[in-house]
T-cell receptor, first 112, second 114 residues
Framework: KQEVTQIPAALSVPEGENLVLNCSFT??????LQWFRQDPGKGLTSLLL?????REQTSGRLNASLDKSSGRSTLYIAASQPGDSATYLC???????????FGKGITLSVRP | NAGVTQTPKFQVLKTGQSMTLQCAQD?????MSWYRQDPGMGLRLIHY???????DQGEVPNGYNVSRSTTEDFPLRLLSAAPSQTSVYFC?????????????FGQGTRLTVV
């Protein structure tokens, strides 16, 4: 059974800092990996999608990398802003379907 | 383009009552799924569908029924609500084209069973 771990559960950083959020998974036979953002009381917003054949994806200040062999992904946020404060969720897919296994998320607080 | 729409946004039920959580998508995605999100547990898959007329169980299916008569709709039914079903429910739809699969989520339904 796939297990996805995100550590730490919470993180507080000053504005402007570059930061890395980590995600690890136990079964390297993944189809894809998605990073989501969730604001309090809201739904999930897709940030970046990495297919199993890819090593990284970039969108604006965000960069996500994938190392299947080591079972790890990182989300890099450059020049963090208070508006980046949210919970960041990592999810892995096992096939061309809608089945995702989620980590418990990292709650990020960016202090002005 | 509304994406994935869930109704209602909030609901309070009494133990033993039944209800249906609605989910509709207008992106013509073949895959749809339901998750529940509980504090400290993350999101867990309840049921999923790979197309109209085809459904299967996820990690936590007990107490829930689904059906998929159309591509657009994937309702989740609670036949006899229990306090353990108090949770936030998310519906997702996804496509798979040319080796790329991406999921999109609704805004959630916050359900309280008293």
């Amino acid at each position: 059974k796939q297990e996805v771990t995100q550590i730490p559960a919470a993180l507080s950083v000053p504005e402007g800092e570059n930061l890395v959020l980590n995600c690890s998974f136990t079964d390297s036979a993944i189809y894809n990996l998605q990073w989501f953002r969730q604001d309090p009381g809201k739904g999930l917003t897709s940030l970046l999608l990495i297919q199993s054949s890819q090593r990284e994806q970039t969108s604006g200040r965000l960069n996500a990398s994938l190392d299947k062999s080591s079972g790890r992904s990182t989300l890099y946020i450059a020049a963090s802003q208070p508006g980046d404060s949210a919970t960041y969720l990592c999810a892995v897919g096992d096939g061309a379907n809608s089945k995702l296994t989620f980590g418990k998320g990292i709650t990020l607080s960016v202090r002005p | 383009n509304a994406g994935v729409t869930q109704t209602p946004k909030f609901q309070v039920l009494k133990t033993g009552q039944s209800m249906t959580l609605q989910c509709a998508q207008d992106m013509n995605h073949e895959y749809m799924s339901w998750y529940r999100q509980d504090p400290g547990m993350g999101l867990r898959l309840i049921h999923y569908s790979v197309g109209a007329g085809i459904t299967d169980q996820g990690e936590v299916p007990n107490g829930y029924n689904v059906s998929r008569s159309t591509t657009e709709d994937f309702p989740l039914r609670l036949l006899s609500a229990a306090p353990s079903q108090t949770s936030v429910y998310f519906c997702a739809s996804s496509y798979s084209r040319q080796g790329v699969t991406e999921a999109f989520f609704g805004q959630g339904t916050r359900l309280t069973v008293v």
